[in-house]
């Protein structure tokens, strides 16, 4: 059998490939016939104009509901109280090059919990061999801080292990297992949490999280996600940072009003039961977030979801010593978190293999999967060039549509550039929360999102579209090219 006509062989080229369709169809309809190829357009800046607003009112329920949560005591609720004794936190700090007063902040944050039973938590610092200042970090932290509440132990993870690469996942994993020979743990009682070296925990995180889990339906049968808000560094943040660190919240907030397509991202945690379903993380996945609730999924034959936790973790956006360097790593950063489009070629045989999931479902979550990829690397080149498209084939009989298309376009893109100010606000009253606003850090605020069109067509697009177009030759990215974090000052 020829490899040209093999299942592996097309399954990475199939972001790449739905990409260049996406944008040949109006062109290919417009040849064949000019009228359905405008009702096209039509249909796809209506939809889009749609979905933009749509956005604006689950970020604003999203966050009024994590407003509401944020007032609640849970730390006294009675199912705390009385079920979350039993309860044992582990949480898993991965270490690489971070600077050590940032990695003290997150366990300062960890060890600042009002959770009443701080006993049953133990911090994993989870460092490699490979960079032995973490390792030196780690004993510093223990030595400062070990006797402080809650147990910190350090598991280096050994350079160069067969069957995996220098990944998070295979990080992570080397911890929890190591753990597990160090002492016994009842997976059904013991919940594994995830977070990045940068995060900072509000006191009720724990009790957040026990709440969440302890009221669940099928507990088990879950990833809980957190709610992460780029807040550590903000007043010195560059605009563009600021931008994608703020966007990754709101569009946090928007994925969580969608069950059935929610996905975990960064900071999330599950049942040890859980994840020894997905037989821990993927060693070699530079995403091992998106990946995760793959695993998960398939782990439990299809009856699992994402579970919103309204659990603050405060992180840094990214930042450099000089901006073309920031550039650079945000670049990096959002390349790598595009590399989910790796997802692919892993779920579509696994779904092959699974008997027990509906095929309905099965074509849903894909259809999605590949959309969603599809809109992060072509979305915005798309409604920027479309309204342009009557005019390569427009004649005398056209001549009105090859006029007013273009106009039309350019008036709605105008109006829905204008609602910017929407996300504006909003991005106001939530960072303002998390960080000190000076007066002009409101014009400020207004002002950089005003680059929003700019920055969706470079650094929110070009990098997905790098990422499948490595993928589509075989040019893949094999390690987790971590971002560089900045001294405290």
């Known amino acids: 059998m020829s490899r040209y006509t093999t299942l592996s062989y097309w399954l990475p080229k199939i972001p790449l490939l739905s990409l260049i369709t996406i944008f040949i169809l109006p062109l290919v309809l417009m040849e064949l016939s000019y009228k359905v190829g405008l009702f096209f357009i039509a249909f796809y800046i209506a939809y889009w104009s749609v979905k933009v607003f749509e956005s604006y009112y689950y970020v604003l329920r999203s966050y009024v509901k994590l407003l509401k949560y944020e007032k609640h005591d849970f730390c006294h609720e009675p199912i705390i109280r009385d079920h979350a004794q039993k309860l044992e936190h582990v949480v898993i700090v991965p270490i690489y090059t971070e600077p050590y007063d940032v990695i003290e902040e ?29 390792e030196q970090h780690a004993k510093n932290i223990i030595k400062n801080h070990g006797d402080k509440w809650i147990n910190i132990i350090n ?58 889990f302890l009221r669940a339906d099928y507990r088990h049968h879950a990833i809980y996600q957190y709610t992460p808000v780029y807040s550590n560094n903000w007043r010195t943040g560059h605009f563009f940072a600021r931008i994608i660190g703020i966007g990754t919240t709101m569009w946090q907030l928007f994925e969580s009003q969608n069950p059935e ?122 409604l920027f060039f479309i309204g342009y498209v009557p005019g390569l084939f427009g004649d005398i009989n056209h001549s009105l549509a090859t006029l007013t298309v273009p106009i039309a376009s350019s008036i709605i893109f105008t109006i829905l550039f204008a609602t910017v100010v929407i996300p504006s606000i909003l991005s106001i009253h939530i960072m303002r929360r998390y960080t000190e606003f000076r007066a002009r850090d409101y014009v400020l605020n207004l002002v950089q999102w005003i680059t929003v069109p700019i920055l969706t067509l470079t650094l929110f697009s070009i990098p997905a579209i ?24």
């Open 466 to 489: 790098e990422s499948q177009i490595r993928l589509f030759f075989s040019r893949r990215i094999d390690s987790f090219d971590t971002t560089q974090k900045m001294k405290r000052k």
């Open 106 to 134: 997150n366990i300062l944050s960890l060890i600042g919990t009002d959770y009443l039973y701080r006993e049953n938590i133990t911090v994993l610092l989870a460092t490699e061999a490979r960079a032995p200042d973490a």
């Open 261 to 382: 397509f929610y996905r975990n991202f960064a900071v999330y945690g599950q049942s040890l039961t859980c994840l020894h379903r997905a037989d821990y993380w993927d060693k070699f996945s530079i995403v091992e977030d998106g990946m995760q609730y793959w695993r998960s999924y398939f782990g439990w034959d299809g009856f699992f979801r994402i579970i919103n936790t309204p659990a603050i973790c405060e992180m840094d956006l990214v930042a450099e010593t000089s901006i073309y360097r920031t550039v650079r790593s945000q670049y990096k950063q959002l390349r790598r978190w595009s590399w989910g489009c790796t997802d692919i070629e892993y779920v579509i045989p696994q779904f092959q293999k699974a008997k027990n999931i509906p095929k309905t479902e099965k074509i849903r979550k894909t259809l999605y999967l590949i959309y969603n990829h599809l809109f992060w690397a072509g979305g915005p080149f798309m």
């Open 155 to 212: 598991i280096v993870h050994p350079a160069d292990l067969p069957n995996e690469w220098k990944v998070k996942g295979s990080n992570i994993t080397y911890a929890i297992s190591e753990y597990e020979k160090m002492k016994k743990l009842d997976p059904e009682n013991t919940f594994v949490s995830t977070i990045d070296t940068d995060t900072k925990v509000r006191p009720n995180f724990f009790s957040v999280v026990s709440y969440t």
